[in-house]
Antibody, heavy 122, light 106 residues
Framework: QITLKESGPTLVKPTQTLTLTCTFS??????????VGWIRQSPGKAPEWLAL???????RYNPSLKTRLTITKDMSKNQVVLTMTNMDPVDTGTYYC??????????????WGQGTLVTVSS | DIQMTQSPSSLSASVGDRVTITCRAS??????VNWYQQKPGKAPKLLIY???TLQSGVPSRFSGSGSVTEFTLTISSLQPEDFATYYC????????FGGGTKVDIK
């Protein structure tokens, strides 16, 4: 059974850097085809994809946020870490990590973690 | 980025109704479309991937169809547990989600 759980601060100040950790079980991020993605959702809005890291360490970022994002993986700890710099109140929302499905060129997410609510406020 | 325009944005339906939700891509995306269900306070759940493949464990009343730029999610007979918000997502290039369709009780 695959499970993922996000952890990190619930409150950050504007201009600070957010660091979120996704701790997972039930799969290995070193296996071919595997990936872990980060997706966020502002209250009442659609999800927004942020970043994705693959088994071969290829990384993809949402172009609109690319300059602020870094995604890394730690295979020994079964963790994927996302950092987002220069946080702003508009970045407030629930941040999810998710297991990347598929083994070909297409990407879908299943399952997702429970999400962690991040509020950006001074 | 490829825009995914979902319609309708909301609908009211009764148990037993057939429900159809459409997603239109701003350019061709082959069959790289996935569908999710989200209930309040919960993470999205994958229903359909690659336009028409039912994810394991998802009831067969859910189905997906379409190609190129037009895609459809159909619920053949709406059940009480299906009242939720549904999102499409394309993975042809930069991953993007549709705006969502909220299905509530008529």
């Amino acid at each position: 059974q695959i499970t993922l759980k996000e952890s990190g601060p619930t409150l950050v100040k504007p201009t600070q850097t957010l660091t979120l950790t996704c701790t997972f079980s039930g799969f290995s991020v070193s296996n071919s085809g595997v990936g872990v993605g980060w997706i966020r959702q502002s209250p009442g809005k659609a999800p927004e994809w942020l970043a994705l890291i693959y088994w071969d360490d290829e990384k993809r970022y949402n172009p609109s946020l690319k300059t602020r994002l870094t995604i890394t993986k730690d295979m020994s700890k079964n963790q994927v870490v996302l950092t987002m710099t220069n946080m702003d109140p508009v970045d407030t929302g629930t941040y999810y990590c998710a297991h990347r499905g598929g083994s070909g060129p297409t990407d879908w997410f299943d399952p997702w973690g429970q999400g962690t609510l991040v509020t950006v406020s001074s | 980025d490829i825009q995914m325009t979902q319609s309708p944005s909301s609908l009211s339906a009764s148990v037993g109704d057939r429900v159809t939700i459409t997603c239109r891509a701003s350019r061709r995306i082959n069959n790289y479309v996935n569908w999710y269900q989200q209930k309040p306070g919960k993470a999205p759940k994958l229903l359909i991937y690659d336009a028409s493949t039912l994810q394991s464990g998802v009831p067969s009343r859910f189905s997906g169809s379409g190609s190129v730029t037009e895609f459809t999610l159909t619920i053949s007979s709406l059940q009480p547990e299906d009242f939720a918000t549904y999102y499409c997502q394309q993975s042809y290039n930069t991953l993007t989600f549709g705006g969502g369709t909220k299905v509530d009780i008529k």
